[in-house]
Structure formats: structure tokens, C-alpha cells
């Protein structure tokens, strides 16, 4: 009886230990299974570096690969200490990094690949890191598909990076051995990931005479973090640009039919509308579908350059949109009257291209490359940024003034409205509800668009709702990208120019319009041949 | 009966139960002819077993830090088991001796994880004694099974350091060997969907830090037994060592969005340097609270809520927190040897002498006085560093005054 008791409460203990792991499993199970519901837009691994010992002695010959872990696996050392008893030197140490982990594989779903370095520095009363000191690394990347290849070499480089540390207590001799704060160094971008095994050697040569590698403190350790996009993200965002592309080149299409119905040819807002759509297109389709198949690394640079395109096409239209309601009586139908406002989009936009391509163009040829490392590299990035800054804010000032310009020709107006005859009255107001109805719907955007960004630099992580857990960035990410295809879609289908003609206006108004006001309509209107959808209910709501 | 339970469970059970008892594998071996009798038979033996080592566990109560003894029989030189090249026998091992079953079990699903824990538990060790080489209980460690002495029997301050720092240890090293690539099972494996599955290619996966804490919350706090108070805080000790690594970790952001804008960003959390967590864990030694049993966990079993709690002996005081360390006794003045204590004394400790400090001679060698004595040292110095390994330097030699605690 007793033993049977015993077995009782072992076997509960047992079930309970089951239980706790089972609680475990099914834990982390679930809260990914959530996550599989909405997978982060990226993901960041952190790899310790293995201090492998490159036995040969003066590193000549082929290269060699040092893996960290695994049949082949380097000869190693745990901490430094070892190495001094075993007459090994700095420049025998090569840090070795394979991503990813054991029994993972890389996949090109997760389209880029950004690897940061991070140095682990003791603080040593006489070997501390001096001013303005350079790191100077050897690094080596290769990679492979199948675990029984041979490494391939992907690249190869000598890089400087400047280090930037900060020790936050008194510099003691108690204090030794605690650790400096070092900013992350930037190390490797690829625009793809095509293999399914990667390996970074690092090494850290020191030279006395040359001065290389001298005064950087005592190191303890070498991280290299690495981010990429998860695949679930990927696909999810595939998913949506392969929805997306065919609506807008559906509405696009439809809008262009339009115009080409009209009897006149195409004034500037219908064009730059147009072109709106086409670089919103340009942005929708789904090349990346290729990047699964062939191994394109300037995918990153091409992103780049087709976000700067709409953000041109963006800007402009805004512009071109307010000086066409400007309803003062010039002719403004050619885009050379603005080329005050276009001139620091275009100037800007150029500044920003530059940049991108000294920094993600030069990267497709050395993906250790950075403009950030040099000082006169640095110099310049910052020169660029500034004076694209200084564009943005003139292009600001330009389209506050012209907005608030519009503003006020429109109260002038609206005094003088019950005077005018319909026709025209009509016409006035279908300008003035359009130009509101922009004005609510792209302040709307442009809100949202700020407040999801400080959001999502302000609160990273999730967010429970109920019993979701849903991914605040992801969410955000695709959420914007949406809300921005969906203006361009309105806009094209709000403004899209009628066929038809003010046939039941005229019926309905009965009185003509004089000849004067007939002039006056067709140079200040841009749509001369008839109103827009948006026209077209404003009118209605005019009659009612 | 339970002979009836047990073999309507699935097999992973009983793989369980086989692996758990090496014992039982060898007194059967490999006779895979008919599974129908062998099974019946394992259940009959399992019965058996298990009524054996309910037995034997209710008679070795005080299994409290016990798996540190790993530490002593790692540094002698033997190989530790589990390595990647495939499992060893681990009954065959010594240090498995000293080890829970449920910590055996955890050591054969993990493989690399007990290298990682005897790693982590060295570098408490060394933490332990920096932060306390200037106090009287300078954290003496010594060889055999009872690493820290009879300090981890008592219930005070110090008590509550070393197992704090013991359980830092354990989920820092495990979680720094996830993020080297030395524990196979980190990360995604531990949810048994197999090599690069679905989920690392769907939404990635690093949770070095938690598979670090879930492991030393699993093998630490298994050598825990009862329900008494000493129970009690010594587990709480141990969380509070997990918790001080998780709320030491620093975020790190990079900006990779448009032409490196940060309308894209990634952050991450940093591993905390050991000294960081022992520094904080200092602090909550320095202000560790006394605790009692909780007065209503006295009528057991009424109901869940009265399960056995801490709460502060002073009233007044605040709850401690689950960072905060607790300690149910006074801690003894360890200033001479005693064999009850199992303290050695300040007897032979250097003292500074112009301190008014705990490290002062006065206080350390607890008014007993001190002999002075000078002493030829040889330093190194005008030394160039390299960043590891190698320094050049001259040898020079300093006569300093040594003062030494009677």
C-alpha cells in the first residue's frame, strides 16, 4: 500500500513534469503559431563569433575556410587567457561566424541580409582603447548549399571601421575588466540571399610598426548580428503587390480610355495623375518574385530607386494640384510654371539618388563597403542628406504657400458666389469641394502615415489585443503601403475626366452662359470638356 | 493496476521512462523480438524502478546546489559527455552523480548544454569572488561535491548571493552558447518541427535568452526539494539570479530602411556582460530583505491560494520583488574559523590598511590586528598590448608593505 502511495505521488510529479513541459511546447507553439500569423517584417540572430586558432603558420597558400562548429569544426579557444599559455597571437585568431545556426537553412525569402558588427571591449588600465581608434578587420564570406560542398568565396576585403566607445565608470583600477559600450559597426550588406550556408572569417592582424590594430583595448568577444526579412513577412508582402498591381493597371487603364475620349488632348493634372499611377504600378509589381529564383543582389537598390520615384511623382502632383485650383486667372497648363516648387524636388531626389548609389551601388561590388567609415565619406553622405533636408523644407514652404493661397482665393470666392450665374457658380464649387476633398484625404494619409512611423519607432515589439497577439510593425507596414495605393487608386477614379457632357446641366440651369464667362471657364478650367466624377456629385449635390 | 495505466501510454512515455533509467537499458538490452512481452515487462519494471527511486529521493532530502559539485570534476580534466560527436553513456560519467534525473534528462535532450552550464557556473564563481574579495566572507569555494561550503545550507544574505549568481550564471552561459552555435536545440529545434522548418522560414527565431532562462529554471531549480521555507527561498534566489540577465539586457536598434533611413528598424536585445549581472546583483544583496513563512500557509489545503508564500518580516516593508534577493537568517560574523558555519576566518587575509572600509584592516581582520611585513614584487610594466594574447614587457621590481589579518 505504501509503495503503491509512493508510485502515486512519483507518477503525479511525473505527469506534472510533464505537464510543465508540455505547457512549455504548446507555449511557445502557440505564441508562434500567432506569429506565423503575422510574422515580423524582419528578424535579427545573434551569432557569438568562435575564436578558432589558424594553426599554419603564415597564412599563405589557398584560403582557408574555419568553420565554428560541426564535423570540420576549427580548433578553438574559449577566452583569451588560454591563448597566452598556448603561445598563440593575435594573428592567429581568426572569429568565425556561420549563419545560420545548426540545423537551419537560409532561404531567399528572406531577400536581404545585413550583418552588424559588435565587439565585446574590456577596460584595462594600461591597454585601453586610444582616441579615435581604427579597427581594422580582414573579413572573408563564403558560402554553400549543401552541407558536403566545399566553401565558395563570396567576398573578400580588408575594412577599417572606427571605433566608438564609451566607458561609463571612473577609469579605476577596480573598475578593470568591465566592459566599454561600443556602437554597432556596420559590416556586410547583401541585396540577396540566394545560398542556403554562409561563413564570415574574421581576422584582426596586428602589425606594431604599422600601427595597425594597435590601442584598441583588450577584446573579448565578437558578435555579429544579423537581419533579414522573415519569409512569412515576404510573402505576405508579395502577396499584397501581386493583389495590388492589377487594380491599379485596371483604374489606370480605365482612366487613360478616359482621357483619350475627351476631344481635347490631356491637360497637366490628368497627366501627372497618370504618371502618379504608372509609378505606383512601378512600385506594385512583384519583380522580387524573381529574386527567388535568380540571385539579384541590387534588389535593394532598385526598391530604393522605385520608392524615390513615387515620392517624386507624389510631391510634384501635390504642387501641380494646388496651382491648378488656384482659380486666379492664368494659364498654368505646362509644368515649367512651377519650376520654383519642382526644381528642389528634382534637386533633392537627384542629392538622395547619388547617396544611394555610393552607398547600395557600391555594395553590389564590395558588400563590406560603407560611406559611413571614412571621414570624407562621411562628410559627403552628410553633405548629401543636408541639402536634400534643405529641398524638402523649401518644397514645404512652396506647397504651405500654395495651399494657403488656394485658401484664400477660395473665400474670396465663396462671398462672391450667389452672384454668379449656375453655370458657373456650379463650376466654383465643384472646384472648391474637390480641392477640399484632396485636402481632408491627403492630410488623412499623411497623418496616418506619421503616426504609424513614430509608433513604430517608439513601441517596437507587438501588441495583445484579446487573445491576439498582432505585430504592430507588419501590420503598420503593409497597413501604410495599402493606404497609399488606395489614394492613388481614388484619385485616378474621383478624377478621371467625364464624357459626358453638361447636357442635363443645361437643361436643368435653362439660362445661358454669357460668352465672357464661357472664356473665363475654359482658361481657368482644366477640364473644360466636361466635370469630373467628382464634379459630376458635387454638381448633383449642388441641384439637390 | 498502474501496470495497465502504463501501457495504454503512447511510446514517447515510454522512451521517456527507458531513457530516463540507464540502469533499466542495461539490465535489458536490445531483444526487440516481442515487443508485446518486453513492453509488459518494462512496465512491470518500471513500477519497480520507480517505487525504488521515489524511495531513494525521499531519503537524500537536501539535494539543494548540489549539481555545482560539476564544477570540481570538470576542472580535473575529465571529458564531459554529450559532446556533438553523439551520446556517451552517461551512467559511465561521475559528474552525472551529482545530478536530478530530471537534470540528466534535460543534459540528454540538450546536447552541449552541460559544458555551457559548468562554463557558466565557473564564471560565477569568479564573479562571486570579485565582487566580494574585499568583505570578510570573501566567497570561498572549495574541491569535492560541497563547492561553496556550509554556507549554502544556512539561509542568509550570502546564501541567497551564491545561489543567485549560480542561476545568473547558468541562463547567461547557456544563452551565450545558444548564440555560438554549440547548443544544437536552441532556438527553433526545441519545438520539434524538424531542420529549417516552417517556422525559421516563416518568422525566424531567436530566443536565446529564453531557451537560456527556460533551462535555468528547468535544471537549477529541480534540485530543490520540499515545501519548507528554506525551499522556498532558495527559489526565489534563483529567479531573481534569471531575472536580474533578462532586465540587464540592453536593446540596440539598427536603421536599415530607404537609402539606410529609419523608416525600416531592427532591434535586439544584448546579452549583458557577467560583470554587469553581478554588479546588480550586489546591489540586491546589499539590500536583500528578510522574509518569513506566510502565516496563512499553515491550514493547508483549503485552497490554492494558500499556497506556502514568502512575505517581508517586518510588516512594514514592501513585498520583495521577484529581482529582489531574500534571506530568512543572520548572517553569521564569519570572522573566525567555525566549523558550524563552515567559515575559515579572516585569519591570513591582506588588508588595506588606510581603508575605513569593509576591506580596511580593522574591520576585516575584526579588531584582531595585523602584522606588517615588506615584500619584494615583481610587476610588469611600460607594457604593449595587443588585443589579445601578447604583451611585451619590462619586468620591474617594487618593495610594498603586505598587511596581513592575525
Known amino acids: 500500500m505504501s509503495s503503491d502511495l509512493s508510485t502515486l505521488s512519483l507518477r503525479k510529479r511525473e505527469e506534472k513534469d510533464m505537464a510543465d513541459r508540455h505547457s512549455w511546447i504548446l507555449d511557445s507553439r502557440e505564441c508562434h503559431k500567432l506569429h506565423c500569423a503575422a510574422p515580423k517584417p524582419t528578424t535579427s540572430a545573434d551569432f557569438l563569433a568562435v575564436k578558432c586558432v589558424d594553426i599554419r603558420k603564415g597564412n599563405h597558400g589557398a584560403p582557408k575556410w574555419l568553420i565554428p562548429w560541426g564535423r570540420d569544426r576549427c580548433a578553438s579557444i574559449r577566452g583569451f587567457e588560454e591563448a597566452a599559455?598556448?603561445?598563440?597571437?593575435?594573428?592567429?585568431?581568426?572569429?568565425?561566424?556561420?549563419?545560420?545556426?545548426?540545423?537551419?537553412?537560409?532561404?531567399?525569402?528572406?531577400?536581404?541580409?545585413?550583418?552588424?558588427?559588435?565587439?565585446?571591449?574590456?577596460?584595462?588600465?594600461?591597454?585601453?582603447?586610444?582616441?579615435?581608434?581604427?579597427?581594422?578587420?580582414d573579413v572573408a564570406m563564403a558560402y554553400r548549399d549543401e552541407l558536403s560542398d566545399p566553401w565558395t568565396e563570396l567576398a573578400r576585403s580588408v575594412e577599417q571601421r572606427k571605433l566608438q566607445c564609451a566607458f561609463h565608470a571612473p577609469k579605476t583600477a577596480d573598475n578593470q575588466g568591465r566592459s566599454y559600450e561600443c556602437d554597432v559597426l556596420p559590416l556586410i550588406e547583401l541585396g540577396s540571399v540566394a545560398h542556403k550556408y554562409y561563413l564570415v572569417n574574421i581576422r584582426l592582424p596586428v602589425h606594431n610598426v604599422k600601427k595597425i590594430n594597435m590601442g584598441i583595448g583588450e577584446i573579448n568577444d565578437l558578435h555579429l548580428v544579423t537581419i533579414f526579412q522573415n519569409g512569412g513577412f515576404t510573402k505576405v508582402w508579395f502577396a499584397m503587390k501581386t493583389f495590388l498591381t492589377p487594380s491599379i493597371l485596371i483604374i489606370m487603364i480605365w482612366y487613360w480610355r478616359r482621357i483619350t475620349m475627351m476631344t481635347r488632348s490631356p491637360v497637366l493634372l490628368e497627366k501627372i495623375i497618370f504618371?502618379?499611377?504608372?509609378?505606383?504600378?512601378?512600385?506594385?509589381?512583384?519583380?522580387?518574385?524573381?529574386?527567388?529564383?535568380?540571385?539579384?543582389?541590387?534588389?535593394?537598390?532598385?526598391?530604393?530607386?522605385?520608392?524615390?520615384?513615387?515620392?517624386?511623382?507624389?510631391?510634384?502632383?501635390?504642387?501641380?494640384?494646388?496651382?491648378?485650383?488656384?482659380?486666379?486667372?492664368?494659364?498654368?497648363?505646362?509644368?515649367?510654371?512651377?519650376?520654383?516648387?519642382?526644381?528642389?524636388?528634382?534637386?533633392?531626389?537627384?542629392?538622395?539618388?547619388?547617396?544611394?548609389?555610393?552607398?547600395?551601388?557600391?555594395?553590389?561590388?564590395?558588400?563590406?563597403?560603407?560611406?559611413?567609415?571614412?571621414?570624407?565619406?562621411?562628410?559627403?553622405?552628410?553633405?548629401?542628406?543636408?541639402?536634400?533636408?534643405?529641398?524638402?523644407?523649401?518644397?514645404?514652404?512652396?506647397?504651405?504657400?500654395?495651399?494657403y493661397q488656394v485658401f484664400r482665393n477660395i473665400s474670396g470666392k465663396q462671398s462672391s458666389l450667389p452672384a454668379m450665374s449656375k453655370a458657373r457658380r456650379l463650376h466654383y464649387e465643384g472646384l472648391i469641394f474637390r480641392f477640399k476633398f484632396l485636402m481632408i484625404i491627403t492630410l488623412a494619409c499623411a497623418a496616418l502615415t506619421t503616426v504609424f512611423f513614430i509608433t513604430t519607432q517608439v513601441s517596437e515589439g507587438n501588441w495583445k489585443w484579446g487573445e491576439y497577439n498582432i505585430e504592430l510593425n507588419s501590420a503598420f507596414f503593409t497597413g501604410i503601403y495599402g493606404m497609399w495605393n488606395l489614394y492613388v487608386f481614388a484619385l485616378m477614379f474621383l478624377y478621371a475626366p467625364s464624357h459626358k457632357n453638361y447636357g442635363d446641366d443645361q437643361t436643368n440651369g435653362g439660362a445661358a452662359v454669357s460668352s465672357a464667362e464661357e472664356l473665363q471657364l475654359t482658361t481657368t478650367i482644366t477640364h473644360a470638356d466636361g466635370p469630373t466624377e467628382l464634379y459630376r456629385l458635387a454638381g448633383k449635390e449642388a441641384q439637390e | 493496476m498502474y501496470a495497465k495505466e502504463y501501457l495504454?501510454?503512447?511510446?514517447?512515455?515510454?522512451?521517456?521512462?527507458?531513457?530516463?533509467?540507464?540502469?533499466?537499458?542495461?539490465?535489458?538490452?536490445?531483444?526487440?523480438?516481442?515487443?508485446?512481452?518486453?513492453?509488459?515487462?518494462?512496465?512491470?519494471?518500471?513500477?519497480?524502478?520507480?517505487?525504488?527511486?521515489?524511495?531513494?529521493?525521499?531519503?537524500?532530502?537536501?539535494?539543494?546546489?548540489?549539481?555545482?559539485?560539476?564544477?570540481?570534476?570538470?576542472?580535473?580534466?575529465?571529458?564531459?559527455?554529450?559532446?556533438?560527436?553523439?551520446?556517451?553513456?552517461?551512467?559511465?560519467?561521475?559528474?552525472?552523480?551529482?545530478?536530478?534525473?530530471?537534470?540528466?534528462?534535460?543534459?540528454?535532450?540538450?546536447?552541449?548544454?552541460?559544458?555551457?552550464?559548468?562554463?557558466?557556473?565557473?564564471?560565477?564563481?569568479?564573479?562571486?569572488?570579485?565582487?566580494?574579495?574585499?568583505?570578510?566572507?570573501?566567497?570561498?569555494?572549495?574541491?569535492g561535491n560541497q563547492v561553496f561550503g556550509k554556507i549554502i545550507s544556512r539561509g542568509c544574505r550570502e546564501t541567497a548571493f551564491v545561489f543567485a549568481i549560480t542561476s545568473a550564471g547558468v541562463t547567461h552561459s547557456v544563452a551565450r552558447s545558444c548564440s555560438e552555435g554549440s547548443i544544437e536545440s536552441c532556438s527553433c529545434d526545441y519545438r520539434r518541427r524538424g531542420p529549417g522548418g516552417p517556422d525559421w522560414h516563416w518568422g525566424g527565431c531567436s530566443d536565446n535568452i529564453e531557451f537560456g532562462r527556460f533551462i535555468g529554471k528547468e535544471f537549477v531549480d529541480s534540485s530543490e526539494r520540499g515545501r519548507d521555507l528554506k525551499y522556498l527561498v532558495n527559489l526565489?534566489?534563483?529567479?531573481?539570479?534569471?531575472?536580474?540577465?533578462?532586465?540587464?539586457?540592453?536593446?540596440?536598434?539598427?536603421?536599415?530602411?530607404?537609402?539606410?533611413?529609419?523608416?525600416?528598424?531592427?532591434?535586439?536585445?544584448?546579452?549583458?556582460?557577467?560583470?554587469?549581472?553581478?554588479?546588480?546583483?550586489?546591489?540586491?544583496?546589499?539590500?536583500?530583505?528578510?522574509?518569513?513563512?506566510?502565516?496563512?500557509?499553515?491550514?493547508?489545503?483549503?485552497?490554492?491560494?494558500?499556497?506556502?508564500?514568502?512575505?517581508?518580516?517586518?510588516?512594514s516593508h514592501a513585498m520583495p520583488s521577484s529581482r529582489d534577493l531574500v534571506y530568512f537568517e543572520k548572517s553569521p560574523n564569519f570572522c573566525s574559523p567555525s566549523e558550524k558555519t563552515g567559515t575559515p576566518g579572516t585569519t591570513g587575509r591582506i588588508c588595506n590598511s588606510t581603508s575605513l572600509g569593509l576591506d580596511g584592516c580593522e574591520l576585516l581582520c575584526c579588531g584582531r590586528g595585523y602584522r606588517s611585513r615588506a615584500e619584494k614584487v615583481t610587476e610588469r610594466c611600460h607594457c604593449t598590448f595587443h588585443w589579445c594574447c601578447h604583451v611585451t614587457c619590462l619586468n620591474c621590481t617594487t618593495t610594498q608593505i603586505v598587511h596581513e589579518c592575525l
Not at chain 1, 516648387?341 to 547600395?360: H, K, N, T, Y
Open chain 1, 275 to 403: 504618371a502618379l499611377g504608372i509609378s505606383m504600378t512601378f512600385i506594385n509589381l512583384p519583380v522580387e518574385w524573381f529574386s527567388i529564383g535568380f540571385n539579384w543582389t541590387w534588389m535593394l537598390l532598385f526598391g530604393d530607386i522605385r520608392q524615390g520615384l513615387f515620392y517624386v511623382m507624389l510631391l510634384s502632383f501635390w504642387i501641380i494640384f494646388c496651382g491648378e485650383h488656384m482659380m486666379d486667372q492664368s494659364e498654368r497648363n505646362r509644368i515649367s510654371v512651377y519650376w520654383k516648387q519642382v526644381v528642389p524636388i528634382a534637386f533633392g531626389s537627384c542629392c538622395l539618388f547619388i547617396f544611394d548609389m555610393c552607398e547600395r551601388g557600391v555594395q553590389l561590388k564590395n558588400p563590406f563597403y560603407s560611406i559611413w567609415t571614412t571621414d570624407v565619406g562621411a562628410e559627403l553622405a552628410m553633405a548629401f542628406i543636408i541639402v536634400a533636408g534643405i529641398c524638402a523644407c523649401l518644397y514645404f514652404l512652396f506647397l504651405c504657400f500654395m495651399v
Open chain 1, 85 to 137: 599559455s598556448q603561445e598563440i597571437y593575435a594573428n592567429d585568431i581568426v572569429f568565425s561566424v556561420h549563419i545560420p545556426f545548426q540545423g537551419q537553412e537560409m532561404s531567399p525569402w528572406f531577400q536581404f541580409m545585413l550583418i552588424i558588427l559588435q565587439l565585446d571591449i574590456a577596460f584595462k588600465l594600461n591597454n585601453y582603447i586610444e582616441d579615435n581608434a581604427i579597427v581594422t578587420l
Open chain 2, 236 to 315: 526565489h534566489n534563483n529567479q531573481a539570479g534569471r531575472m536580474t540577465v533578462m532586465t540587464e539586457m540592453r536593446q540596440e536598434c539598427k536603421c536599415h530602411g530607404m537609402s539606410g533611413s529609419c523608416s525600416l528598424r531592427t532591434c535586439w536585445m544584448r546579452l549583458p556582460p557577467f560583470r554587469a549581472v553581478g554588479d546588480a546583483l550586489k546591489d540586491r544583496f546589499d539590500g536583500a530583505s528578510k522574509v518569513t513563512y506566510s502565516n496563512n500557509g499553515s491550514n493547508r489545503g483549503s485552497s490554492r491560494s494558500d499556497l506556502p508564500h514568502l512575505e517581508p518580516e517586518n510588516p
Open chain 2, 8 to 143: 495504454n501510454k503512447p511510446d514517447a512515455f515510454w522512451k521517456e521512462i527507458l531513457l530516463t533509467n540507464e540502469v533499466k537499458i542495461e539490465l535489458f538490452g536490445h531483444n526487440d523480438q516481442d515487443m508485446k512481452i518486453l513492453t509488459f515487462l518494462v512496465g512491470l519494471k518500471t513500477l519497480w524502478v520507480l517505487a525504488f527511486s521515489s524511495l531513494s529521493n525521499t531519503m537524500a532530502v537536501n539535494n539543494s546546489g548540489k549539481w555545482w559539485g560539476i564544477v570540481n570534476i570538470a576542472s580535473n580534466g575529465n571529458v564531459l559527455p554529450g559532446t556533438d560527436i553523439g551520446p556517451v553513456p552517461l551512467v559511465l560519467d561521475p559528474s552525472l552523480q551529482l545530478l536530478s534525473r530530471r537534470q540528466r534528462r534535460l543534459i540528454r535532450q540538450n546536447p552541449g548544454i552541460l559544458q555551457s552550464i559548468t562554463r557558466g557556473l565557473l564564471s560565477a564563481i569568479r564573479e562571486c569572488k570579485w565582487q566580494f574579495r574585499n568583505r570578510r566572507w570573501n566567497c570561498p569555494t572549495g574541491p
